[in-house]
């Protein structure tokens, strides 16, 4: 026997009650001084042993009443509580419908969304007269169409119909417990939860967890599997920007990463890549992608305008549409402003700390620098508090000895709203100053400055960067040979950077961006805010090294550069269902904006106004349950637009189902149905059951409970007649 | 309890006082009353005159009707006699019981009081003796009204707070009192039923007449209690807890079965029983005993 709410056996605790009132009536009790007591006494000598055998009787009544219907409330169920009451009384029953994007893979006929709504009906058509069903949507996230089991049984059937797939990916975890925490609101004899999926292994990842839930006493679980097994599938899985600064005009590279997560190789596969929803402008083609690995292709759009743009890849359609496109947004520049901040009095000199910095950072000659779209503005440490820092995209602090407090404070700020730090130190930088100030109080360093090693003027006494192994993206581009390499460059003398936690809020994670060759960092990165610091280990002229002069230099202040972009542009970039939180111009705030994307179905958009939130001017929207390019349009005179895309998870795309060996442990705890429109799932169900079901006792003991409650009261009222 | 003054309700002393106290039977007595005597030769009343007849005793001539028609008549006197009447008070402690007002002592008290009254008003005797286990304040004999307030007074003095022992008392007063007369009990009677009677028995023996004014109080008689009652006995006869109420008709059935066993056993003993209820007004009860009495003595 199991009790469906074996707390309330402890209402057996009120068989007290009759006899705390019998002794609450003996403080009650009445005197009487009495004369003829002869006659009483004779009268009780005559009628006491009576008297006591009805109160004893009625006293038991009394307690077996209690008794009974502390019993009837904790509900005894005799038998599989699961089977109990089947097809005798209602179930109450969770729906978990699985809107995974999998589930959108069609063979041509019908998606295995489309017959897991089906099966979902089938499923409220059988539930036995008297149910009540809750209907969970689920793929990384429960969504409760219907929260609460309803009796209205049309009302579900009308959810499952307009249940709409997602973008997201797949955790059975989640629903489950869900699903659990729901029926254990809702107790009764018979509970059952149909989870409609179409198995595919990638959602099972907690296999263990969930089939413990699957083996719950008290709860039927049925499994029912749609859709047939799919042995051919391409994705996109990833598309990036390939590490440059998006400059308008320029040939863009983004990189396609497509996998083939089918069960043989996939030859020819063309790749595509358009700019803002226009046309394809590159194509290229994968030659071979190998079962379950994934190639990469490197595409090249042009952006003609500065501002937010969109690139979409896409390859051939084929059974999963979801994941056969992906977009990224990007913002294009004409006019990326960099800010030089100069340690060194000998500004403009090749001695001084930012020559060749700019040099790098503009490599064009004089002429043409005003059309190039990098700028930079050379300035002294002590102009760092007059200058507005959010003019610029990136601030560069060049063997800087020092800078001033309210300098730090407005740094602090520009980090928080998306800025960029790169730090060089070198022979001016006061080591102590730093530590102090941007590690310890503010945090911004992801490294202390040790020790000073190396002498420069013991040229022949140098140490270089780690000649392979890189696996930071600022650095990652020189594992091709072809690209060059970074362990040319001779250091004489740098800081030794020793890695800090953030011991901050805003601190990220300090992470080593590249080391030298004996393993010690040159060059560390963390995020802080919304911003990225970058901290170099020796001098970004020739005072310390000689990568200044090395052909390396360029690109690794390019990505460098860009790495800072990228951090803003993160932003941009966002998984499907997370919010999406832009940064805008101060000026904007309190502006309206509209939001389209493609969840948008009217084409009206969202209404989302922008405010301060942590001080900061924010756009906030939420809606984000589609994957694909969406657009905010700001309204300000002219009007902005800001777009920014919604990828989905491309671990989705794995079609793999669950194993023979996790089906047949499946089985062992739960009901697995092989779903197909001949299915008639009341008659699995029926088999499933035989004929052996519990029984809830609770209606029995309810009319136990009256019964004894009616004798009660007769008893009471002919004992209590006088004798 | 009744103060001295109030043991004489006027309302009763009133309706007592039209129908008159009539012996039942002729008692010997020494005074001239209302009573007729057996014995001649003594008359002090009145009772009509007859024409002289020559050997008729000359002193009793009316010389004032011969002065006025010239004829003899003789006075003829019809000699009367006066009877004792003992009052005996229940004074125990059962006797102080009372689910109203008035106690059963108190009432007791007022009939005793309202029949000596009566009792002095015709010139009989009376004597009074209150008891419990025996005879505690006893008021010898007197025929003189004006000590009705010395009877009262000692009503009014006793305390009840002893056991009964009525058969003793009967017996003891019946050896005492060598003369007939009427022996008024006033009690609970809440002792030995048998006993009780015995003791009457023994005072019917000795030629009197013998009156039971059988007190009782209305819940003795009703046992009207609900729910859980601890009932404290008076007279030592200990506490008891119980549902009055289930064993209502039971007690009644004991009670009654007491009240028909003292009725039957007066009306054997030609002793008048008479049943008081505490609740009836005093008037009530001894002027319908009084007019039950006269229509049945004349």
Redesign the interface.
């Known amino acids: 026997m199991t009790f469906l709410n074996p707390l309330l056996l402890f209402g057996m605790a009120a068989i007290a009650a009759p006899i705390i009132i019998h002794m609450f009536?003996?403080r009650?009790?009445?005197?009487?001084?009495?004369?003829?007591?002869?006659?009483?006494?004779?009268?009780?000598q005559?009628?006491q042993k009576r008297?006591e055998i009805e109160d004893l009787l009625l006293l038991a009544l009394r307690c077996l009443i209690l008794v009974l219907l502390a019993l009837a409330l904790a509900r005894p169920v005799i038998g599989r509580v699961a089977d109990a009451g089947a097809g005798k009384g209602g179930e109450t029953a969770v729906i978990a419908l699985d809107n995974s994007y999998s589930m959108g893979q069609s063979d041509s006929s019908a998606s295995r969304f489309d017959q897991a709504r089906k099966a979902a009906e089938q499923v409220i058509d059988s539930l036995p007269s008297g149910s009540s069903v809750a209907v969970l949507l689920f793929s990384d996230v429960v969504r409760a169409s219907i929260a609460e089991p309803t009796y209205d049984l049309n009302l579900a059937r009308k959810v499952v119909r307009d249940a709409a797939l997602s973008d997201r990916s797949t955790d059975v975890q989640a629903v489950m417990r869900q699903a659990m925490e729901t029926l254990g609101r809702h107790a009764s004899a018979s509970q059952g939860i149909y989870l409609i999926t179409d198995g595919q292994a990638a959602g099972w990842k907690k296999f263990n967890d969930i089939t413990g839930m699957l083996r719950s006493p008290t709860v039927k679980s049925r499994l029912i599997l749609v859709g047939d097994d799919e042995s051919h599938n391409l994705g996109i899985k990833d598309l990036r920007q390939a590490g440059t600064v998006v400059a308008v005009g320029d040939n863009i590279p983004f990189d396609v990463e497509v996998g083939n997560f089918g069960a043989g190789e996939a030859k020819d596969v063309p790749v595509r890549i358009a700019v803002d929803g226009d046309p394809p402008c590159d194509e290229g083609v994968i030659p071979s992608i190998p079962a379950g690995g994934s190639k990469h292709l490197t595409l090249f759009t042009k952006f003609r305008t500065p501002g937010y743009h969109t690139a979409t890849a896409q390859i051939n359609p084929d059974h999963l549409t979801a994941d056969d496109r992906r977009t990224i947004a990007v913002r294009a520049t004409d006019d990326l402003r960099i800010l030089l901040v100069d340690g060194d009095s000998k500004s403009g000199s090749p001695e001084s700390a930012t020559f060749f910095l700019r040099n790098a950072l503009v490599p064009v000659p004089a002429p043409e620098r005003e059309q190039y779209a990098v700028k930079t503005k050379i300035i002294a440490p002590e102009e760092m508090g007059t200058t507005k820092l959010d003019e610029y995209e990136a601030v560069v602090l060049a063997d800087v000895p020092s800078v001033s407090a309210s300098a730090l404070e407005a740094l602090a700020a520009y980090l928080n709203r998306g800025g960029g730090l790169i730090v060089f130190p070198g022979p001016k930088t006061n080591a102590g100053f730093y530590n102090e100030n941007l590690g310890k109080k503010f945090g911004f360093l992801p490294a202390t400055l040790g020790a000073v090693r190396g002498d420069p003027d013991q040229t022949e006494k140098f140490f270089s960067f780690q000649g392979q192994g890189y696996t930071h993206p600022i650095v990652s581009l020189w594992n091709d040979p072809g690209a060059g390499t970074l362990a040319g460059a001779h250091f004489y003398r740098s800081f030794d950077l020793k890695p800090v936690a953030g011991h901050t809020a805003q601190a990220g994670e300090a992470q080593v961006v590249l080391k030298f060759g004996d393993g010690s960092p040159a060059m560390m990165e963390r995020t802080w805010g919304r911003g990225r610091v970058i901290l170099f280990a020796s001098s970004a002229n020739t005072a310390w090294n000689d990568l200044a002069v090395r052909p390396a230099f360029l690109p690794l202040i390019d990505r460098t550069l860009w790495a800072i972009l990228d951090r803003q542009d993160a932003r941009l970039n966002i998984s499907v269902g997370f919010p999406f939180e832009f940064v805008c111009d101060p000026d904007w705030v309190n502006k309206d904006a509209i939001l389209t994307g493609p969840g948008d179905k009217s084409g009206a958009g969202s209404l989302r106004r922008i405010g301060m939130q942590d001080g900061v001017p924010m756009l906030h929207f939420e809606e984000t349950e589609k994957a694909g390019a969406y657009e905010a349009r700001i309204k300000t005179d002219p009007p902005q637009v800001v777009k920014f895309a919604v990828q989905s998870n491309a671990a989705e795309s794995n079609l793999e189902a669950l194993s023979p060996t996790q089906l047949e442990a499946v089985a062992a705890t739960a009901q697995v149905i092989h779903w197909t429109p001949d299915t008639h799932l009341e008659d699995q169900f029926t088999k499933q059951h035989g004929g052996a079901a519990g029984a809830d006792l609770w209606i029995i003991l309810t009319v136990l409970v009256i019964a004894a409650a009616c004798v009660e009261l007769v008893l009471a009222g002919l004992?209590?007649?006088?004798? | 309890m009744a103060s001295e003054h109030q043991l004489l309700d006027p309302v009763a002393i009133h309706k007592a006082e039209l129908l008159g106290l009539q012996a039942r039977q002729i008692v010997e007595g020494y005074m001239v009353g209302e009573h007729k005597s057996p014995y001649r030769g003594f008359a002090i009343e009145f009772s009509q005159h007859r024409e002289y007849v020559p050997g008729d005793d000359t002193r009793h001539l009316d010389w004032k009707v011969l002065g006025r028609s010239d004829r003899y008549y003789i006075k003829q006197y019809e000699q009367e006699t006066n009877y004792v009447a003992h009052l005996l008070v229940d004074g125990s402690e059962s006797m102080r019981y009372a689910s109203g007002r008035i106690t059963k002592f108190d009432y007791a008290k007022t009939i005793a009081a309202c029949l000596a009254y009566l009792i002095l008003l015709q010139r009989d005797a009376v004597t009074l003796g209150v008891f419990d286990t025996a005879t505690r304040n006893y008021f010898p004999r007197t025929d003189s009204l004006a000590s009705i307030h010395s009877l009262m007074a000692l009503l009014s003095s006793f305390v009840p707070d002893q056991k009964t022992r009525i058969a003793d008392v009967l017996h003891e007063m019946a050896s005492q009192v060598k003369r007939k007369g009427i022996f008024i009990l006033i009690s609970d009677c809440f002792d030995d039923v048998d006993e009780v009677l015995q003791g009457i028995q023994h005072l019917r023996f000795s030629g009197s007449e013998v009156i039971l004014f059988h007190v009782m109080d209305p819940a003795e008689l009703t046992f009207p209690f609900k729910g859980s009652v601890q009932f404290r006995g008076l007279e030592g006869t200990g506490n008891l807890i119980t549902r009055p109420a289930e064993l209502r008709r039971s007690y009644l059935r004991e009670v009654h079965g007491f009240i028909d066993r003292l009725r039957t056993g007066c009306e054997t003993n030609g002793c008048n029983y008479v049943q008081v209820n505490t609740a009836q007004p005093w008037h009530e009860v001894l002027s319908g005993y009084l007019a039950t009495r006269q229509h049945r003595y004349g």
Request: hydrophobic content about 55%.
């Open positions: 009536m003996n009650r009790i009445k005197r009487v001084v009495w004369a003829a007591m002869r006659f009483l006494q004779a009268s009780v005559k009628n008297m004992f209590s007649a006088t004798k």
